[in-house]
């Protein structure tokens, strides 16, 4: 029997220095819309949320370099995402930006919390500065040489080779990613989370996480072991303020914007509980006793609430480690205990979801060099549900993957047309001119080839299911498509089209009704990669109203009166639910169009010519 969870799908804020790629989408967007949208077809209670993350050097340093304000740069690119976002069919309740003034009243309740438990605590430290500019240079913006394993492109932050926690001033020969200059170091004050006073409460909650991808949490333990304290302040005028006598008017030094995107999961569930009228309504996704077995949770067995964070590797120290820092420390936990704020006790997360990177042609993407494709020009050129096809059935699930044209050339001819495509258009095409309408079983019943297929279709509600709640998408995506084929392959074998007798027709009508009921199963079990194509089977089986329900832009106000912004969100309490559903014998169908289009080959070479190098 399924319980219902309180389920939030807590998804990694894009930057708002520039358009986002498909490389970025493979890892934040389209694995967490797929989970999303089956636990809402389950039955679970979603809550996804996420926006644009706008603080930091980058944005300020993009800005100059456009002529701009650091906020009409985050105005620019935070519609660009939202819109692109939005026209992949990326499921937000609440799609924000880190610009609000409820995000910097949460950031800063949380600052003070922390601060008053003793986990945020003064220190005198050597800062990087742009020699050119005189602003800080961000960790993440400085390179040079670990000091630990002697990689030549470790950041400033951590090194990806070894993965240990590195200060900017540690590297051997660092220079600024900006501009290649060596950076100056200078004495100046901030404030650090003071990390090795919860390194105890992140281990022993490490050790009861159950079902996490291996790398992930191979990767998290292994940093327990080298905890250093953090800056979470920065000499910077963009950002949000620090929330203390003697630093609130200072112009000079922000939350440094690590501390304060991650925050934004918090913040975003604050908001959208404000905007639908029930300010506590957040309250049930984060103050609700964590279960001790998350997989179990997340396919149905138990209630709760539940946190899945979706990501790049590259952010999985900033969710597996520092997050839950922060939420531990707040919540009155770690070496100093103390009392949790006004937010209460809050949930540390069920599970960090990380994909590994998407490569291009063999190359990083690269805006710099031209090997890449954004969001919205794939959109301008080819269908949404093609590239989240190709991300769920071939993309960096848990392993790096590489992108190529003729790659995906293959999967939409081969497998989106000739497979799904094709079964579609057949079944619906051959029922409706013989017969113009659903048609019912004959009199001689079902055969045992027609139990067995429609076997196959009722037995992958639990298989796919279980495997999206385990965050295995491309094993799922992998037996939906088996069902498409056993049902091709049925067609086949059972030639209705050389039925065409009276005698036969009643044979016939039976065929195309177990082929019918197989699109619809197979359809809702593509529907949470797939939605709109989705939408058009349903349509195409003759069904009204939403079956894979989409986001919308809406523009609001700002809660506390700033300025107004496009936000990303949705009614999705409509819809399909995950079960089989028997077909409504008579039910009229027209002859259908396309669901998919077929590529020509020759966009091969269009495309690889638009490249760089």
């Given at each position: 029997m399924l319980v219902m969870s309180h389920v939030l799908a807590a998804v990694a804020w894009p930057y708002a220095n520039g358009p986002r790629h498909i490389g970025h989408v493979s890892g934040f967007g389209v694995p967490s819309d797929v989970f999303a949208r089956y636990m809402r077809m389950a039955g679970h209670d979603v809550l996804m949320v996420s926006g644009t993350d706008e603080h930091g050097t980058p944005i300020q340093v993009q800005a100059d370099a456009e002529g701009l304000t650091a906020r009409e740069l985050a105005d620019r690119y935070n519609r660009v995402i939202v819109e692109d976002l939005c026209g992949l069919g990326l499921s937000y309740d609440l799609f924000t930006r880190t610009t609000t003034r409820n995000h910097y009243a949460v950031v800063q309740e949380m600052f003070e919390g922390l601060y008053r438990n003793g986990y945020i605590v003064p220190k005198t430290a050597m800062g990087a500065i742009s020699p050119s500019t005189g602003r800080t240079l961000p960790d993440r913006y400085i390179e040079g040489t670990?000091?630990?394993?002697?990689?030549?492109?470790?950041?400033?932050?951590?090194?990806?080779?070894?993965?240990?926690?590195?200060?900017?001033?540690?590297?051997?020969?660092?220079?600024?990613?900006i501009n290649g200059e060596t950076p100056e170091f200078v004495e100046t004050e901030h404030f650090f989370l003071d990390l090795p006073a919860l390194a105890d409460v992140l281990r022993q909650w490490l050790d009861t996480r159950q079902g996490w991808r291996p790398n992930v949490l191979r990767f998290s333990r292994n940093l327990l072991d080298d905890l250093h304290p953090r800056a979470i302040t920065r000499d910077l005028e963009w950002g949000v303020p620090i929330p203390l006598d003697g630093w609130r008017e200072r112009t000079d030094k922000r939350i440094y914007v690590w501390f304060d995107a991650v925050i934004g999961y918090l913040s975003a569930s604050i908001e959208w509980a404000r905007r639908t009228g029930d300010?506590?309504?957040?309250?049930k996704y984060w103050h609700s006793k964590d279960g001790a077995d998350a997989a179990a949770s997340a396919s149905g067995a138990g209630g709760g609430a539940r946190?899945?964070?979706?990501?790049?590797?590259?952010?999985?120290?900033?969710?597996?480690?520092?997050?839950?820092?922060?939420l531990a420390g707040y919540s009155g936990e770690g070496r100093r205990d103390g009392e949790p704020g006004q937010l209460g006790r809050l949930n540390l997360p069920t599970e960090v979801v990380s994909s590994e990177f998407l490569t291009m042609e063999g190359r990083k993407f690269s805006s710099s060099r031209r090997v890449v494709i954004y969001v919205r020009d794939f959109l301008e050129r080819y269908d949404a549900d093609a590239l989240r096809y190709f991300i769920a059935v071939a993309g960096p699930e848990t392993n790096d993957t590489d992108f190529?044209?003729?790659?995906?050339?293959?999967?939409?001819?081969?497998?989106?047309?000739?497979?799904?495509?094709?079964?579609?258009?057949?079944?619906?095409?051959?029922?409706?001119?013989?017969?113009?309408?659903?048609?019912?079983?004959?009199?001689?019943?079902?055969?045992?080839?027609?139990?067995?297929?429609l076997a196959v279709a009722r037995a992958g509600f639990a298989t796919v299911g279980d495997l999206i709640a385990h965050h295995r998408q491309k094993q799922a995506i992998g037996e939906a498509m088996k069902v498409v084929a056993e049902a091709n392959k049925y067609l086949s074998e059972q030639t209705p089209w050389k039925l065409k007798g009276e005698a036969d027709k009643p044979r016939m009508g039976t065929i195309l009704h177990v082929a019918l009921q197989v699109v619809s199963d197979a359809n809702t079990l593509l529907t949470p990669f797939l939605p709109h194509s989705?939408?058009?089977?349903?349509?195409?089986?003759?069904?009204?109203g939403v079956h894979a329900p989409m986001p919308v832009i809406e523009e609001v106000a700002d809660l506390d009166g700033g300025p107004g912004y496009p936000v990303l969100t949705g009614d999705y309490t409509q819809g399909a639910r995950w079960e089989s559903v028997p077909i409504e014998v008579g039910r009229p169908l027209a002859a259908p169009k396309p669901v998919f289009r077929k590529l020509d080959p020759s966009i091969v070479n269009e495309e690889l010519a638009r490249l760089g190098g």
């Open positions: 670990c000091p630990i394993c002697g990689y030549d492109s470790a950041r400033g932050d951590q090194c990806d080779n070894c993965g240990n926690q590195l200060d900017p001033i540690d590297l051997i020969n660092p220079r600024s990613k300010p506590e309504a957040w309250r946190t899945y964070h979706f990501m790049g590797k590259d952010n999985i120290v900033f969710h597996s480690i520092i997050w839950p820092a922060l190529t044209w003729a790659e995906f050339l293959r999967r939409n001819n081969d497998e989106l047309v000739a497979g799904w495509g094709n079964l579609v258009n057949r079944s619906v095409s051959m029922a409706a001119k013989n017969f113009g309408a659903i048609p019912p079983v004959g009199p001689d019943g079902l055969t045992e080839a027609d139990e067995a297929l989705a939408q058009k089977v349903h349509e195409l089986l003759g069904g009204t």
